[in-house]
């Protein structure tokens, strides 16, 4: 069965520190998609990055970077120079999709994370 | 370009009563899915639609039903509501031409069951 693991239920770093938040996941599917989305207060979802199974390359985006470790299936990402507007919900998710479509999407329980300027 | 939009944003509603919430996708998509966020958890799956009819469901009785529309519009249905149906409900849309495009998500509706 899919699954999720977000250990870190919530986190406070000072302002400008680097901050890492953790993912964990399980499938018994070789080809999967993981993503990492945002949810500010307003409760929207916004998307990050997805990274397919085959692509272990690490990404980077500004100051967001994440590291895909099939070995040890876990997707974790990093935020550098942390911002108070980094302040969310963050939401690890997994799925199997079908016909280059996202299908049913399998999310963790979020990471609170909270920037203190 | 509108993205995905949904109504409405806040509801009550009383035990036992019927609640229809809707959702207008990201223009160029025809595909939805719904998701119910309990607080202080991540989303579930409820179904997807695409072309009119549910394509895939998750772990929801069948009091929970949808409908999606000719123009992509859909609608997510909960009858004989319960207390713990109170949760945020999130419309996802996507689109199955052109390869892939990641799921956006409207801000959701938060239905309150008292």
């Known amino acids: 069965a899919q699954k999720v693991t977000q250990a870190q239920t919530e986190i406070s770093v000072v302002e400008k520190e680097d901050v890492t938040l953790d993912c964990v996941y399980e499938?018994?599917?070789?080809?999967?998609?993981l993503f990492w989305y945002k949810q500010p207060p307003s409760g929207e979802l916004v998307f990050l990055i997805r990274r397919n199974s085959f692509d272990e390359q690490n990404e980077i985006s500004g100051r967001y970077s994440w590291n895909f470790q099939k070995s040890t299936s876990s997707f974790n990402f990093t935020i550098t120079a942390s911002q108070v507007v980094d302040s969310a919900v963050y939401f690890c998710?997994?799925?199997?999709?079908?016909?280059?479509?996202?299908?049913?999407?399998?999310f963790g329980k979020g990471t609170r994370l909270h920037i203190l300027p | 370009d509108a993205g995905v939009t949904q109504s409405p944003t806040h509801l009550i509603k009383t035990r036992g009563q019927q609640v229809t919430l809707r959702c207008s996708p990201k223009?160029?998509?025809?595909?939805v899915s719904w998701y119910q966020q309990a607080l202080g958890q991540g989303p579930q799956f409820i179904f997807q639609?695409?072309?009119?009819?549910?394509?895939q469901r998750g772990n929801f009785p069948d009091r929970f039903s949808g409908h999606q529309f000719p123009n992509y519009s859909s609608e997510l249905n909960v009858n004989a509501l319960l207390l713990g149906d109170s949760a945020l409900y999130l419309c996802?849309?996507?689109?199955?031409?052109?390869?892939?495009?990641?799921?956006?998500f409207g801000q959701g509706t938060r239905l309150t069951v008292v």
């Open positions: 996802a849309s996507s689109s199955e031409r052109g390869g892939f495009t990641e799921a956006f």
């Open positions: 499938t018994r599917d070789t080809t999967y998609y």
């Open positions: 998710a997994l799925s199997e999709p079908h016909m280059n479509r996202d299908d049913k999407i399998i």
């Open positions: 223009s160029g998509h025809d595909t």
């Open positions: 639609y695409y072309e009119e009819e549910e394509r």
